[in-house]
């Protein structure tokens, strides 16, 4: 068990329709990263959060946005779903420390399926 | 999006044989991570590598960061059937700090057979 946590495991929703996916990183860090997996493109990073504010941007597309609150839980939104968004979809997080901030921690994941 | 090249693909191996994988990429990176991903799992942080030409041992698995600064390579020791999964080598170009972007393989699936 990392100790990052995500809801909901699995999700399955239509086309054209919004979702939300909820990460809580691990106790002290103050980093939340999102990647999506599908079995075309493997692990993709989406973007990253520190503290609040948003720091690395990876491949996301426009549909899709994320927050981190102040409590650090971070959710992922995804908008006008389309089939191709089927994917695991992971949080990650890391510890605040310079030497040791690239070691991310992933969470189980989400399942989203797309019909 | 861009993945990192891992070879082998995939791996058949007995139990006790030792294992090798390696990550290459055209690019420097200036931290090199290694992950196992097991079915309906999340990543597993395995090693991280942060100097070029560090070798870096977690009980059986031994990492190293290659000097270019381009590739790493994961060895396996002695496997066991609890080894099977995927393994994945992930990449920062960013140096540490508040930022990090990670950029994943392409993975080595591993299967373990008595």
New interface residues.
Partial sequence: D?G?TQTPKHLITATGQRVTLRCSPRSGDL?V?WYQQSLD?????LI?Y?NGEE??K??ILERFSAQQFPDLHSELNLSSLELGDSALY?C?S?PAG????????????TRLTVL | GQQLNQSPQSMFIQEGEDVSMNCTSSSIFNTWLWYKQEPGEGPVLLIALYKAGELTSNGRLTAQFGITRKDSFLNISASIPSDVGIYFCAGDRLPTGTASKLTFGTGTRLQVTL
């Fill in positions: 990392s990052v980093s990263y493109q493997g692990l993709q990073f990253q520190y720091r690395a990876g491949n992971f990650a890391s310079a030497s040791s901030y690239n070691e991310q921690f992933f969470g189980p994941g």
